[in-house]
């Protein structure tokens, strides 16, 4: 899901005070699994109302396995380009000030395809920039110094530039082989890897007229340079139902990866669908189905990081495909209360 909400939170996080009380422990981890059960920043209210973000993160603290993850740009403005963005860094502290994992995700470019590679220096807007690719590695490698964060990843869905953008595609690929070693080289234990969308990479998600597979993604990484494979997983885009998901619904994954980790960061399934005639279905106990339906689809399979898209609910009316197929994947109602899925996902030990 590419999407511009992130982008709200920017100064929240930059300006996030210190919490009036700290959980003295960390929450606890389910017995049988060290699975990271994470959570897309998404306080009550948001993305208008950034008011109960210390709330959010207290709950998320609170969980088992509980991780956030921030999803951004890689600066902050142009002349910012080389220096890591402040929202990333925000997180990195709340992290320690709460007692949670964080994951970053560094996008350079918007749900809108729009990219973010000029810079001062040159306003080249595409991978062949010299001066960008040094300022990218630039941040990369001062962010991973200062903070030695958990994971790193480079890009959100880059499956849809290596469809639109083949030629730069392969460009990207050189820039993040240089900036996985700079990483590494900062932060030896970082973790670090790309991210796709599955259905759309896959050719699975029929009932969104994606019946093309494009493996070429994930097959032009040396994976010697990936410690783990970042995928939205939206099955709904492929079956109706959840009972309908095959078992085997990440072979065609799994049988490129090997024994590379895979990390989910985001998944979910929508508990409606406002103002949409969609051919599957939505509802809170087809969410609850879903979390059964995780259960054999994960089997047996490396998972190190397992993302709800969202606790609470996008706070804006439907006048967006984006906020009318995504709104609702939360694990709690506009008005704040639980959902069934919410006690289902907690309990739920991958």
């Known amino acids: 899901m590419k999407r511009c909400i992130w982008l709200v939170a920017t100064l929240l996080l930059a300006g996030c005070s210190q919490p009036a009380v700290l959980p003295t422990t960390l929450p606890a981890t389910p017995a049988g699994s060290a699975v990271l059960k994470g959570y897309g920043i998404s306080p009550l209210g948001f993305p ?16 088992p396995n509980a991780a956030v993850m921030f999803n951004g740009a890689w600066r902050d403005s142009i002349d910012s380009s080389g220096q890591p963005p402040q929202a990333a860094a925000g997180l990195m502290q709340a992290a320690t000030d709460y007692g949670f994992t964080p994951i970053i995700v560094f996008g350079w470019r918007s749900s809108n395809a729009q990219l973010h590679l000029d810079v001062s220096s040159d306003p080249t807007n595409n991978w062949s920039n010299p001066d960008a690719r040094a300022l990218f590695i630039e941040m990369l490698a001062g962010f991973a ?8 990843f480079l890009g959100n869905e880059n499956d849809d530039y290596f469809i639109a953008q083949p030629e730069d595609y392969v460009r990207w690929i050189e820039v993040y082989n240089q900036a996985y070693d ?10 670090v890897g790309p991210i796709f969308q599955y259905e759309h990479m896959a050719g ?7 019946n093309q597979a494009h493996w070429g993604a994930l097959e032009a990484h040396d994976l010697n340079k990936v410690d783990v494979v970042g995928i939205t997983l ?23 990866t090997g024994a590379t980790p895979i990390a989910i960061t985001e998944t979910g399934w ?40 969202f606790i609470n609910p996008i706070a804006a009316e439907p006048n967006s495909l984006e906020v009318q197929l995504f709104g609702s ?15 289902a996902w907690v309990n739920f030990l991958p």
């Not at 110094?145 to 790193?152: E, G, R, S, V």
């Not at 699975?204 to 994606?210: A, E």
């Open 145 to 152: 110094t200062q903070h030695q964060p958990p994971y790193i």
């Open 234 to 256: 939206y099955p709904w885009f492929s079956v109706a139902t959840p009972q309908q998901i095959p078992d085997d619904y990440l072979a065609p994954l799994l049988q490129r």
């Open 270 to 309: 929508p508990a409606d669908i406002q103002g949409l005639q969609a051919p599957w279905q939505a509802s809170p106990q087809a969410q609850v189905d879903y979390v059964d339906a995780l259960q054999r689809i994960l089997q047996g399979t490396s998972v190190s990081i397992l993302n709800w898209l």
């Open 48 to 63: 208008a109302d950034f008011s109960q973000y210390p709330q959010f993160l207290e709950e998320v603290a609170s969980l």
């Open 329 to 343: 994947i939360s694990l709690r109602t506009v008005s704040g209360d639980k959902r069934p899925v919410y006690d």
């Open 182 to 191: 700079a990483i590494k080289a900062a932060s030896p234990a970082t973790q």
């Open 204 to 210: 699975l998600g029929l009932l969104n007229g994606w």
